[in-house]
């Protein structure tokens, strides 16, 4: 036996460009009212939409500034000097 669950949901945009996220799917991903969202592209077709939380963006600018410096680390060097990219303090 073969079981195929399709978990999705229809919204419509209006004129000012704005979506309603149906409740099913906020339910699911704990979004509360004044709940913050990230939209990103996926490709032309579709968009993902995750929550976001204060929390996840600091945990996000942290990895970026680990990878960053980890890569100035390995940044080549230019006429003998080291080229550092960016630094955070």
Same mark, same amino acid.
Request: glycine content about 6%; cysteine-free; hydrophobic content about 35%.
């Given at each position: 036996?073969?079981?195929? =669950?399709?978990?999705?949901?229809? #919204?419509?945009?209006?004129?000012?460009?704005?979506? @309603? @996220?149906? !409740?099913?799917?906020?339910?699911? @991903?704990?979004?509360?009212?004044?709940?913050?969202?990230?939209?990103? !592209?996926?490709? !032309?077709? $579709?968009? =993902?939409?995750? $929550? $976001?939380?204060?929390?996840?963006?600091?945990?996000? =600018? $942290?990895?970026?500034?680990? @990878?960053? %410096? !980890?890569?100035?680390?390995? #940044?080549?060097?230019?006429?003998?000097?080291?080229?550092? %990219?960016? =630094?955070?303090?």
């Amino acid at each position: 036996m073969i079981l195929v =669950v399709i978990d999705e949901e229809n #919204a419509t945009v209006d004129e000012q460009g704005r979506m @309603l @996220l149906p !409740s099913r799917p906020r339910e699911k @991903l704990g979004i509360k009212k004044g709940g913050k969202v990230s939209i990103r !592209s996926k490709d !032309s077709y $579709r968009i =993902v939409i995750e $929550r $976001r939380s204060d929390e996840d963006v600091e945990a996000r =600018v $942290r990895n970026w500034v680990d @990878l960053a %410096l !980890s890569e100035t680390q390995r #940044a080549p060097t230019v006429g003998g000097k080291n080229n550092t %990219l960016f =630094v955070i303090e």
